[in-house]
């Protein structure tokens, strides 16, 4: 049994050795690797951690030339997620995160962007743990010039704030990400937000939606506007009943 492991996992170690060194355009030598992962993935012969290994070089290859190629690492990327250990979500977002840098292709990017969306509707409770580092990233996107990137930023961060479930801000997530998107809604939308009673308690996850707009409330040429920003900041800090959030 152990060396049956051993031999897996030797396996395993080669197939990611040949994702990274095979050039993009040998389809070949692409398609193997990843039919064999497949396989694995599918029938369960690797343990979950060690799939976490694979998210960046298949998400990158979601932008290869070659759509059979595509389609696959598509399939093995979702194989995965359906897969890895809730306790695996931060690794796999900082694996994802890598695929959203601007030097990536704009295919493996929205494949990326994709991916977190879906992680919302896959392990909800562990996404919403990381929304303060998850929003960041996908605000650098919303305004991204490629309209597929821009698109799947937006629909993901809107599955993301889906899940924050404060029910004092969610009608008005939607114009938040419009505004993180388009900065000359930023004072109309905070004086909308300052008329807001707000009730249910602040976690992180809520916080991690609003902080961003608020930021920008903070820089605003406006003087009405930063002082808004102020106040909504002083009655929210009121409803945090955890000091780490």
Request: hydrophobic share 40%; proline share 4%.
């Amino acid at each position: 049994m152990i060396a049956e492991a051993a031999q897996l996992t030797k396996q395993s170690a080669n197939l990611l050795q040949e994702l990274h060194v095979s050039g993009k355009n040998d389809n070949s030598n692409k398609l193997t690797p990843l039919n064999t992962l497949k396989t694995m993935f599918d029938d369960q012969l690797l343990p979950t951690y060690e799939m976490v290994d694979y998210v960046e070089s298949v998400t990158n290859l979601c932008s290869h030339r070659s759509q059979e190629v595509r389609t696959l690492a598509d399939e093995v990327l979702e194989s995965i997620i359906n897969k890895i250990s809730p306790n695996s979500v931060g690794l796999v977002l900082n694996k994802l995160f890598e695929c959203l840098k601007l030097e990536k292709n704009w295919k493996t990017r929205t494949s990326a962007l994709q991916t977190i969306g879906k992680l919302t509707d896959i392990m909800p409770v562990q996404i919403s743990l990381y929304l303060p580092v998850i929003v960041p990233e996908l605000s650098n996107c919303v305004s991204d010039p490629k309209l597929d990137v821009k698109n799947a930023a937006f629909k993901s961060m809107t599955m993301c704030c889906d899940i924050v479930g404060n029910k004092d801000i969610e009608h008005m997530t939607e114009h938040i990400i419009k505004a993180i998107q388009n900065p000359s809604e930023i004072n109309d939308l905070i004086h909308e937000l300052a008329s807001v009673v707000f009730i249910q308690s602040v976690t992180s996850s809520a916080l991690a939606i609003v902080v961003p707009l608020l930021n920008r409330g903070l820089s605003a040429s406006l003087t009405a506007t930063r002082r808004q920003s102020a106040v909504i900041i002083e009655n929210m800090s009121k409803l945090v009943d955890d000091p780490l959030d």
